[in-house]
């Protein structure tokens, strides 16, 4: 068992898992506690939707890099892992931004949808905020996939089966949230998670610099800069489990060391740094009752 596949899909999976999770059973709780509780079921519509545009993406994504010929299939892995983390740093950032804040951006979107745009406006609205965190959910486990079965014959497989069991957990912790569970500190949550997924980020950034010195894009700083084989191997379950998670290599090119080093002197300090939450508007007056229609 690839230990550290399954275990980067599951931290990835969570992670992303709880934030889909916590935004839906916030707009669930907000529409049962102002009486709208019967409209649930286009909340369920726009989920079910983006969850299944996810899995299309990244399933397209995937299958696409593995029907492509050397060196063609190294420049695409590279460039699909440097876009996965490029998109989760992005991510991580603005929920660390808004963080203070979702609850009561949603509470209002949700009023303006059933004030404005109708009761599928409500689909809409689970759709949107459903699908940002699919498709990077979708592309980020394409990257750790692609990155994982370099590595392993099993690893694109344990990384998707350690990302459902990540779901499955998610999805527990969100009926937690809709239940009114205050068990999970969700600031220190986020914030360890968020620190596991830049250090996994890291990794896939190590991988894709590999890869396009594999493909001969990038041709500076390619001589290896150390070879510690003899100490910690790729081979072993540790040195396994870290190249999984962390993208460790034993003897790393100049140029992939620089990068993963650059990444993380860079994105931890400004991730780790304190951040004030933004003013918001207060949602309008709440709606209690909407007459059927849309």
Known sequence: MD??????????????????????????????????????????????????????LGMAVFLTVGALQEPYEQIFEGMTMLLAATVVTWMLFWMRRQASNVGVELRSAVDRALTEGGLWGLTILAFVAVIREGIETALFLVGQANAARLGSDTGALMVLLGAVAGLAIAAGLGYGFYQGSRRINLSSFFRWTGIALIFIAAGLVSHAVH??????????????????????????LVGMLLRALFGYTSAPEIVTFVAWAAYLAIVLPLYLRPVKARPVQPAGERVTEVAPGA
């Open 3 to 56: 230990l550290g596949s399954f275990t980067s899909g599951l931290l990835t999976g969570l992670r992303e898992g709880v934030e889909a999770a916590l935004i839906v059973s916030i707009v669930l709780a907000y529409l049962v506690r102002t009486g709208n509780g019967r409209y649930v079921g286009r909340i369920w519509v726009g989920v079910g939707a983006a969850i299944a545009m996810s899995v299309v």
């Open 211 to 236: 890869e396009l010195v594999e493909a001969g894009v990038i041709t500076v700083g390619t001589a290896t800069l150390f070879d510690v084989g003899g100490i910690l191997s790729e081979d072993g």
